[in-house]
């Protein structure tokens, strides 16, 4: 067993590392609906998940350009917005990062069981 | 439009540059710090404006945020190879500089160097300018290297010494600080007994071991310059032990071998004519005098050596702390 002293447990870092993935899932099960990027800040900030803006703008790029999500301008408000939408190849991505993620889900639910009885 | 909201996306612009949809991550970025802004109760103010714009971070991060795709300068695979290779080639570099030195030749490796011929103290200077030189050249072909996307395996000999792997001592502390001790007690003792034999005599360098008839090697003149660099040489590296007893940092043994190359290139400069205060055969001047420039220029090399060796483990320590 190792005597040196461990460090501090950085939940912050681990947390932004963990978030990647899951946030890709969130914004691909979230645009099933066309929403802008500050409506969906606001709205995951509604569910209790707070995400950096200058995070999410970023993804949204990526996954555009990835041909996952399509965006369009809306000028009919007083104030100009962007507005995403999921396409299909976004929802077989989807599908299967979701699948991924549960599977993921299961493995460590099993562990935790197996540890119960150890 | 709030002056301080056009001065963020003007700095954002700044690093985006080059980004073919510049503007349109500008556009949505102001789109949203307005929505932000508004939502607030009460009136649009450029308060609003700037909690709005430090939510969502600074500018430098921001930009950086969209360019995050991009390949890394040097893949990280290739980091190691940046140090391996300027050793390497700054060893061939060194090599070609003392015999230039040596030989008074120029040298042409077309289309890769020219060695112009030095002097002593031209080459002192010239060397870590060549070390710039070659980290450089190594850069640019791990840049190329990285960005061309292959996996290209990089050679690197087995029986080369990897100063990555130049890690400080671990353990034996004690025993490292009592040789030092000891070092320095002797370097201190030998600093003070030229001091003595300087003050006596005006010079360090004797033909005999007679203290009662002393000989000097050297003229009344060169014999004082060159004992003055001597001693001052053993000062040096007396002070440089007193001070490794109390920390290990690299950059003591840097500027003490920054100090002991500027006192070789003083020796070397030294007029070898009417040098000797004893006779000597006309035929072996020519011998001793490159027997003399070739062990002055020997402890150059091991001292340059032992410098280039200190900033590399410095600057490595430094990246890593970094990356």
Do not use: C
């Not at chain 2, 939502?39 to 950086?64: L, N, Q, S, Y």
């Not at chain 2, 590296?237 to 007193?242: I, Q």
């Not at chain 2, 500027?255 to 205060?277: E, H, K, R, W, Y």
């Amino acid at each position: 067993m190792n005597d040196k002293v461990p460090n501090d447990p950085d939940i912050g870092s681990l947390e932004t590392e963990m978030n990647r993935g899951f946030l890709h899932i969130l914004v691909l099960t979230l645009l099933e609906k066309d929403m802008y990027g500050y409506s969906m800040v606001k709205h995951m900030e509604t569910l209790g998940y707070k995400v950096e803006e200058n995070t999410l703008y970023p993804l949204l790029r990526r996954l555009e350009k990835n041909g996952w999500i399509a965006s369009k301008w809306d000028l009919t408000e007083d104030r100009p917005r962007k507005f995403y939408g999921i396409t299909p190849e976004g929802r077989t991505l989807r599908a299967g990062l979701l699948e991924v993620w549960k599977n993921q889900n299961r493995v460590l639910d099993e562990i935790t069981k197996e540890m119960r009885h150890v | 439009m709030s002056d301080k909201l056009e001065a963020y996306l003007e700095e954002i612009s700044h690093f985006l540059s080059g980004r073919a949809e510049r503007e349109e991550i500008l556009s949505e970025i102001r789109s949203h710090i307005m929505e932000k802004a508004a939502e607030g109760p009460g009136e649009f103010t450029d308060a609003a404006i700037e909690k709005a714009i430090a939510a969502f971070g600074p500018a430098r991060k921001v930009a950086e945020s969209y360019l995050d795709e991009s390949r890394p300068i040097i893949a990280p695979a290739y980091k190691r190879y940046l140090f391996r290779y300027t050793t390497l080639l700054f060893a061939f570099h060194t090599l070609l500089t003392i015999a230039a030195v040596v030989f008074k030749q120029d040298f042409i490796l077309f289309p890769f160097l020219f060695m112009p011929r030095l002097g002593v103290i031209e080459a002192l200077m010239y060397l870590p300018t060549a070390f710039l030189a070659d980290l450089g050249i190594v850069a640019v072909v791990l840049y190329f290297i990285t960005q061309s996307g292959k996996d290209v395996k990089l050679p690197w000999p087995k029986f080369a010494v990897d100063l990555d792997e130049v890690k400080p001592p671990t353990g034996k502390l004690l025993w490292s600080r009592i040789f030092t001790g000891i070092g320095a007690v002797v370097m201190l003792a030998i600093t003070d007994f030229a001091l003595y034999l300087f003050a006596k005599y005006q010079t360090i360098i004797f033909v005999n071991l007679d203290w009662t008839d002393p000989r000097p090697l050297f003229t009344p003149g060169a014999g004082r310059r060159i004992s003055l660099i001597i001693i001052t040489g053993f000062a040096v590296s007396t002070l440089t032990l007193l001070i490794k007893l109390f920390t290990r940092s690299r950059w003591v043994d840097v500027v003490n071998s920054v100090i002991s190359l500027g006192l070789i290139g003083l020796l070397l400069t030294q007029p070898f004519d009417n040098l000797f205060a004893v006779r000597i055969a006309e035929n072996m001047l020519p011998k001793i005098r490159f027997a003399a420039k070739f062990t002055l220029l020997f402890i150059a090399l091991m001292t340059t050596i032992e410098l280039v060796k200190n900033i590399v483990v410095i600057s490595r320590r430094k990246l890593a702390k970094i990356s």
